[in-house]
């Protein structure tokens, strides 16, 4: 007969929005194990598993506190309390808590005043024991920590069994999977696993329940701003209501969204295991790219199954066509379907797919070495140039206006290339070869198009480095010192290290002299040396640039930019990735405009 073995959670601690699913392992009728569902419409031998999931109430409420959402609330934020948008954010679980947190929470108090003007207000209010429920605007104001939309609420019928001491259980889903719901927020879920006969439906034997710890709300990030670099003295929120696109312009997002694989607790101890496990990542990953809205989103470390089965359909029901671009996998071992790649989503409604070209590395590094290798060194010499990596380029046909009239009366066509470059720090030379080889893909595409052109990704390569320097400058310098480590000779003649592609930093646009006037708190967060962003990588031991989104300077101009994050306020979590932001990388994001065309 079919029984239950034992049942478990991945992560014990539910946060609203991310799907719980329970392990169930049974013992089926022919004493196998298996953790196969056994549906009501599929019995096996007459009999089938029944779900469960019930919010644990007691006359307690338990407010969560922001900063760690896994403590209770102790005390709270006065001036943040009487602003409906800030009351999630104003819970703290200790004074120490909220004067850690006081450098990143103060911004929040800045903005309000400068939306509602200055207003004297109390600080901090504690509740008469120190802990447990705050008095006051608590009970009110649960309903603001709803921080993700689940889409349509499903019907359950309400069965609440009394308990003892006050306690009830509300049933609140039938099936083995639940998303806890704003509702569900400071309780514990309980679920419950049963067999039942198919044809009585009556229940055979005991229950096998978990309860889980008490459910948090998603932690919300301030909203980054998308700030004006062309003179203009407008800015808004990137939310629903905030951002105003300009007729003509187009916006840009790069980000590498770190791959489950990737996401050791080895490497990342600093973070809570329930903000990196994947189940709540790809919540917070897809929430903020979709909140973005980018007309064009090149996203990368986006493993194979995570494209296919939650990315392209997620992304699909906000407009967006996906395509992708694996890495080939004559390095990496394993299930295919983990491994990583770079994906490009389009707006629909704003581009058209004109042609794709996939750009392997690996197949180039097989052809230089044909080329210039002698035979006694081809091994060695694929031993350090085969290393998997990629980029995606695609050209796209823009369906807005550019100008008033194009005089030309051609299609405006963008092409937009999206790359992961080597990581492996020590091999300068097949960074800088790879960073070269897609140049020159580019530079082909550009003489038989002649049309913008846009390179984003994680170059994995600092400003000021040979790669850097040949990406914005279009050479290198016989002697800068990357130039050193060349093994296998694959770098010379220096000469040949050359473009001829336009190519300027999206975001130097913060320091251009004499434009965005203003932008003073903005140019603290950039390295004034390289004209790029101090970091867009933080995590505990590396801090620095390596991600970046690079645009022809004929064919477009920077209209804003997405803020940039400050170390600071990712300090008070240690570093990336953390509760609020997913990834060891930010997201970068620029608005273009399309110049008048004038032939290279």
């Excluded at 104003?90 to 903005?111: G, I, M």
């Excluded at 980018?294 to 359909?313: K, M, R, T, W, Y």
């Excluded at 049309?451 to 994680?458: N, T």
């Amino acid at each position: 007969m079919l029984s239950v073995i034992r049942v478990h959670l991945p992560s014990e601690i539910p946060i609203v929005g991310c799907e719980l699913t329970p392990y169930v392992l049974v013992r089926r009728p022919d004493k196998s194990a298996a953790t196969e569902d056994v549906p009501e419409s599929a019995p096996l031998d007459g009999f089938f598993l029944r779900y469960r999931w019930c919010r644990v109430q007691s006359d307690k409420k338990v407010t969560i506190c922001s900063v760690h959402p896994t403590e209770q609330a102790t005390l709270q934020c006065v001036f943040c309390s009487k602003r409906r948008a800030l009351v999630s954010k104003s819970y703290h679980c200790s004074p120490k808590c909220f004067v850690d947190a006081w450098q990143h929470h103060k911004t929040l108090h800045e903005r309000a005043a400068a939306e509602n003007g200055n207003e004297e207000d109390e600080l901090i209010r504690f509740n008469s024991t120190g802990s447990g429920v705050l008095s006051g605007t608590l009970s009110g104001s649960m309903s603001n920590l709803s921080l993700a939309s689940n889409g349509p609420t499903p019907f359950y019928p309400s069965s609440i069994t009394q308990k003892s001491g006050g306690e009830t259980l509300i049933e609140v889903g039938s099936c083995k999977t639940y998303t806890p719901t704003a509702d569900d927020i400071g309780y514990v879920l309980k679920f419950e696993c049963v067999v039942a006969n198919a044809e009585s439906k009556q229940v055979v034997g005991h229950p096998s329940t978990i309860l889980t710890s008490r459910v948090i709300p998603a932690p919300s990030p301030s909203p980054r701003t998308l700030i004006p670099v062309n003179g203009a003295d407008v800015m808004g929120h990137l939310d629903q209501d905030g951002r105003i696109q300009s007729a003509g312009s187009f916006t840009v997002l790069s980000y590498n969204i770190l791959s489950d694989t990737s996401a050791s607790s080895d490497l990342y101890s600093y973070c809570p295991p329930w903000a990196l496990s994947w189940s709540y990542r790809r919540h917070n990953l897809l929430r903020e790219i979709v909140g973005y809205r980018a007309d064009v989103v090149c996203l990368q470390e986006v493993q194979s199954d995570h494209f296919h089965e939650i990315f392209a359909p997620e992304l699909d029901k906000h407009g967006y066509q996906a395509l992708y671009k694996r890495k080939t996998n004559e390095v990496l071992s394993g299930s295919t379907s983990a491994i990583d790649g770079c994906a490009t989503f389009f707006r629909r409604d704003r581009f058209s797919h004109v042609k794709k070209y996939d750009v392997e590395f690996n197949k180039a590094a097989q052809s230089l070495t044909e080329a210039i290798i002698p035979p006694t060194q081809k091994r060695t010499a694929l031993n350090r140039l085969v290393k998997d990596n990629i980029a995606l380029i695609v050209v796209l046909e823009a369906k807005f206006g550019n100008q008033p009239a194009d005089s030309s009366g051609k299609r405006q066509l963008i092409c937009v290339a999206n790359t992961h470059v080597n990581v492996q720090q020590e091999l300068k030379d097949v960074k800088l070869w790879q960073v070269h080889t897609l140049l020159k893909g580019l530079e082909k595409i550009a003489v038989s198009a002649d049309i913008p052109m846009l390179v984003c990704g994680d170059f994995n390569t600092l400003p000021g480095s040979a790669p850097h320097t040949l990406l914005v400058m279009g050479k290198v310098d016989p002697l800068h010192p990357d130039l050193l480590v060349d093994p296998l000779g694959i770098l010379r003649p220096q000469t040949k290290l050359t473009h001829q592609l336009p190519l300027v930093s999206a975001y130097s646009s913060f320091v251009r002299p004499g434009v965005g006037l203003g932008l003073e708190q903005h140019r603290r967060k950039m390295d004034l040396n390289t004209n790029e962003p101090l970091f867009t990588n933080c995590t505990r031991d590396f801090i620095g640039t390596h991600d970046y989104i690079f645009y022809t300077a004929d064919t477009l101009m920077v209209e804003s930019l997405l803020e940039l994050l400050d170390e600071d306020g990712l300090r008070k979590d240690t570093a990336l990735p953390s509760p609020e932001w997913s990834s060891n990388h930010i997201a970068l994001l620029a608005e273009f405009r399309c110049m008048p065309r004038t032939r290279r």
